[in-house]
């Protein structure tokens, strides 16, 4: 099926391979029920069948397709290809892990695979598809949870490293050792990039490499290293570049300073710009454009077209990367309204302390209104005391007077 896949994803459009493959799909029960699931989202019903009208390509950064076209067992030289270019450092992919050994749960990702090369070292590459909340928050947790991964691998008595350069395999032992640990590398592919991830130094700026510097300059290289590369920048600013064959490795793809000059070869540099345009490329044509660039995309392709002659298989990832993509939506939508309800909790919280300090202030000045009502109360009385004192002075007076009035007589 290879030589005629590549007929037909050449083709502007295929009405007979599309009714060959709605044939299939009909005639299966559970493909027709799948296709029905699929119908629920008008976008991915219509990318499924522009992708069997030959009108558009997989879309590769969802977790059933990546993993396909990236199959750490059938494809494990690409995989290694994509991981030294994004690393900036030649390592061989020996092992691929599953998600559910994940420590932190509700990881807001569509495509999840760590990988283990040749060294020791620890890579997760993920894709997100949602732009999540507190990003920095989970960078760190998908972080830790490849520490932790290496950690339980060699306090479990495992063999987790094979022959490499850097230094043979690691074991664990009864007596496990600091030493053993390898760094890990968090790489994280942003389809849509939030705002915390446009550079103020240069907006175009869209491969970010992080790692862990003290301000004394003291050695103490740590563990962790991160590679954050925003998709939707680089499609902004440097695809249609790269299209039009202009593969110069510019500062926006490179950054000297983050790599070693000894271990980058200029494969990689170019490695990076052919994948990274593999990724945002939506339609055969821009394919067919890349591979007169980078000729060894036509493998890709190849893999890719097999898939034409099984509708049902694509239908069943097509399926399964919506449902993941619903999942993630569904879980974030609970996670934003639990923070809303929470953010709701804290605010009655602070109203109902101003309530009770009203409360309080207002006994206050209910003790101090009867103080002063009992003051005014006593007031009046000494007032009172007062005037009969005076009237009882005036009566002396006039008493007085009179007297003085008969003695003159």
């Known amino acids: 099926g290879r030589n005629t896949g590549v007929v037909y994803f050449m083709e502007k459009d295929n009405k007979d391979y599309y009714d060959a493959a709605m044939r299939q799909i009909k005639g299966d029960s559970w493909s027709l029920s799948a296709y029905g699931y699929l119908k629920s989202n008008e976008e991915w019903i219509g990318r499924y069948e522009d992708f069997l009208k030959g009108r558009k390509s997989l879309p590769l950064l969802y977790d059933p397709f990546f993993k396909k076209i990236f199959n750490p067992v059938e ?60 990003q920095a928050e989970r960078i760190s947790c998908y972080s830790a949870d490849l520490v932790l991964r290496q950690y339980k691998m060699i306090t479990g008595n495992r063999e987790i490293g094979g022959a490499g350069s850097d230094g043979g395999s690691m074991k664990g032992s009864s007596k496990p050792s600091y030493k053993d640990m390898r760094p890990v590398h968090t790489i994280i592919l942003f389809d849509n990039s939030s705002s915390s991830l446009i550079s103020e130094v240069d907006k175009a700026l869209y491969f970010h490499v992080g790692k862990t510097k003290f301000n004394t300059g003291i050695k103490i290289k740590l563990l962790q290293d991160y590679v954050l ?107 934003r309204m639990k923070d809303e309800t929470d953010e709701l909790k804290v605010q009655k ?17 209910e003790a101090l209104n009867g103080e002063l009502e009992a003051q005014n109360e006593a007031l009046k009385s000494s007032f009172k005391e007062k005037d009969a004192a005076i009237e009882a002075k005036d009566a002396e007076i006039e008493r007085l007077k009179k007297l003085l009035e008969e003695q003159n007589k």
């Open 349 to 365: 919280g602070k109203l109902e302390a101003q309530n009770g300090e009203l409360e309080a202030q207002n006994g206050k000045l």
């Open 229 to 335: 590369v925003s998709l939707d920048t680089f499609k902004k600013y440097r695809y249609s570049d790269i299209r039009k064959g202009r593969i110069e490795v510019t500062e926006y793809d490179y950054d000297r300073t983050q790599y070693s000059e000894k271990q980058v070869t200029e494969k990689m540099k170019l490695d990076r710009l052919k994948y990274l345009s593999l990724f945002v490329a939506e339609t055969p044509e821009e394919i067919e454009q890349l591979i007169r660039i980078f000729p060894d995309l036509e493998s890709v392709r190849l893999d890719i077209n097999e898939y034409l002659e099984r509708p049902k298989e694509v239908l069943n990832m097509f399926s399964e990367a919506l449902r993941i993509l619903d999942r993630n939506t569904a879980e974030l939508m609970v996670d």
């Open 75 to 134: 494809r494990r030289d690409r995989l290694s290809e994509l991981v030294s270019c994004l690393l900036g450092q030649k390592v061989t992919v020996l092992e691929v892990f599953p998600n559910e050994d994940s420590q932190f749960l509700g990881v807001m990702i569509i495509m999840d695979m760590v990988v283990m090369m040749s060294d020791g070292s620890i890579a997760n590459i993920e894709i997100q598809k949602i732009s999540y909340d507190f």
